[in-house]
């Protein structure tokens, strides 16, 4: 008896100390489908940055006797029509995706949370103002937009970084403006401006840490759809151009010859699905883990 009792008041200690991440972390583990994704990605980002010491053969090494040729014992995953091997274009072009992917959320995040956390923090007519602009540029056809800047420009990597990312931050504004109006009224930062902080440094030391959660469950939203627009910027010939290459420059030359060669198309349109999937199910985990209704239970 004596014993039960002490595995429960170290039990109630242990909750009771667990500081909110931990609690968050501890509700992810219990999401098998986000740990398996979670791995997932983490594997898929290590073979990525190791490509050129992993891939079988060079990144533009042909051979066109070869010629396109189905999975064998040589080429797992087969060969194009230059003959070059499937797997090490997927391992290389793994690289320019979640690049892509990564990099243009990136910007999205700076420019997304700092509009939001201005907007919501400060209120009045600079919240006014600030949103009106996010309403406008949402009306605007910005993958016109895009399409126009690759052809006066040059379709060049950093251009299409820039490009997904000034387009796909609108949102992230929206979301931390909505963030910061809840949490700016309460009592720590009401604290913050006592002490006399300055405005930027509430900003960015007490408003934005609080508010990271969602923020973290956005990101892992923004990324497929980064990847999902490059993948169809690439389809359309306005993305990566050759000799570099992307999971959606695979799909674009797999669909042109799907038919005598469907592997060309499968694999890389397989590769893509799933990390895909893997980054949706981690942001509902991470969703799930980080809801401050959940942690109240």
């Known amino acids: 008896m004596a014993t039960d009792s002490l595995q ?37 980002v290590v073979i990525c940055v190791l490509t050129p010491w992993l891939a079988p053969y060079g ?3 042909q051979n066109l006797a070869l010629g396109a040729s189905g999975p064998s014992a040589a080429h797992w995953l087969g060969t194009d029509i230059h003959g070059r091997d499937l797997m090490t274009r997927l391992m290389y072009g793994g690289r320019i995706s979640l690049m ?6 990136a910007v999205s995040l700076v420019i997304g949370v700092l509009w939001g956390a201005i907007a919501g923090y400060v209120g ?61 009224n309460q009592e720590f930062v009401s604290a913050a401006i006592v002490t006399g902080l300055s405005h930027w440094q509430i900003i960015s030391r007490h408003i934005i840490p609080n508010i990271i959660g969602p923020v973290i469950v956005y990101i892992t ?3 497929p759809s980064v990847m999902l627009l490059e993948a169809f910027l690439s389809f359309l010939g306005l993305g990566i151009q050759p000799p570099q290459s992307s999971w959606g420059v695979l799909i674009s030359g797999g669909v042109e010859t799907m038919e005598e060669y ?16 893997a980054l949706n199910f981690l942001g509902d985990g991470l969703r799930d883990a980080l809801d401050p209704r959940a942690t109240s239970d």
Do not use: C, H
């Not at 009771?16 to 398996?36: C, E, F, M, T, V």
């Not at 949402?138 to 251009?159: D, E, K, N, T």
């Not at 469907?262 to 999937?277: E, I, M, R, V």
């Open 262 to 277: 469907p592997w060309l198309l499968l694999f890389p349109g397989l590769t893509l699905s799933a990390t895909l999937f």
């Open 59 to 61: 990144y533009e090494t």
């Open 221 to 223: 939203l923004t990324i």
């Open 100 to 105: 892509v992917g990564f990099a243009a959320t």
């Open 8 to 44: 429960q008041y170290q039990d109630v200690v242990f909750d009771q100390g667990r500081s909110p991440w931990q609690d968050a972390w501890y509700r992810l583990k219990q999401n098998k489908l986000a740990i398996i994704s979670l791995n997932f990605l983490a594997a898929l």
């Open 124 to 184: 009045g007519l600079t919240d006014t103002v600030l949103m009106r602009i996010v309403d406008i540029l949402y009306a605007l056809p910005f993958m016109i937009f895009i399409i126009l800047l690759m052809v006066v420009f040059g379709r060049s990597l950093l251009l299409l970084f820039l490009a997904i990312g000034l387009i796909e931050w609108l949102t992230m504004a929206r979301i931390v403006r909505t963030q910061v109006m809840n949490i700016r």
